[in-house]
Nanobody
Framework: QVQLVESGGDLVQPGGSLRLSCKASGMPFYPYDMTWYRQAPGKQRELVASITSGFDTHYADSVKGRFTISRDNAKSTVYLQMTSLKREDTAFYYC???????????WGQGPQVPVSS
């Protein structure tokens, strides 16, 4: 059974930093493209950052220069390092693993990251 278990969500003050982790199990991690999405209350889910199986990265304009996505295939884990957090970064953050050639897509549970003073 494939599982994506996220951790690291916590209350953080504006300007602060936080690192989210998403550990995969039950699947071969290295061929999957990994993406972090977020969904704020009353808004649609949006892509935050992605990293392909070949380690190419992509970021939403709103987080460029502040967030960094990385992966450790040996640990089957993808990370999202968030710095200079803003109140508008408050959302539930979801980890996704996708292998389009095989038609597979899996989601994590979405820890909340409230940014508030």
């Amino acid at each position: 059974q494939v599982q994506l278990v996220e951790s690291g969500g916590d209350l953080v003050q504006p300007g602060g930093s936080l690192r989210l982790s998403c550990k995969a199990s039950g699947m071969p991690f290295y061929p999957y493209d990994m993406t972090w999405y977020r969904q704020a209350p009353g808004k649609q889910r949006e892509l935050v950052a992605s990293i392909t199986s070949g380690f190419d990265t992509h970021y939403a304009d709103s987080v460029k220069g502040r967030f960094t996505i990385s992966r450790d295939n040996a640990k089957s884990t993808v990370y999202l390092q968030m710095t200079s957090l803003k109140r508008e970064d408050t959302a539930f953050y979801y980890c996704n693993a996708a292998q389009t050639a095989w038609g597979y897509s899996y989601w994590g549970q979405g820890p909340q990251v409230p940014v508030s003073s």
